[in-house]
């Protein structure tokens, strides 16, 4: 399932931990799966749209962005919907990657940031515990290979 984070207008707040879509069976979850965007002009029309209930959509038109990490792995999907057919064009959808590439980095530099907290921990607790750190002493020992 994809889970919705974040939204507003048909999806708002009051929905965010309560929609879940599927990845094989909506159209965000297609754009999950193929690492593609789309533009839907009729989304409700769409063979891959996800109907919910009544109260939780009133949209049309539908952009989908992958949010994908280096290593070709699909973070999420970030979308955009309109309640008119036909509100977007592809320099909308253009856009919307842009921002999801922006998502994309930050997400990724944020993980590179936990790998290298780690190390830094670990000689922190170390140095906490024996006044010494390690550490180094391996770096200037270790040979390279």
Known sequence: HLRMVAGSSAFGAK???DVRLLIDGSIAGMC???GKPSLDDDAPSDPHFQHLREDRHSYSSLICAPIMLEQGHCLGVLSIDAREKGAFTQEDVEIV?????????IM???LLSLSSVEPFRESLKEVAA????TRS???RTEKPS
Request: no cysteine; hydrophobic share 30%; glycine share 4%.
């Open 130 to 133: 024996t006044g010494v750190s």
């Open 137 to 139: 002493k391996r770096q």
């Open 97 to 105: 990657e842009a921002y999801a590439e922006m998502a994309s980095m």
């Open 15 to 17: 929905f965010k931990n």
């Open 108 to 110: 990724t530099a944020y």
């Open 32 to 34: 999950y799966r193929t």
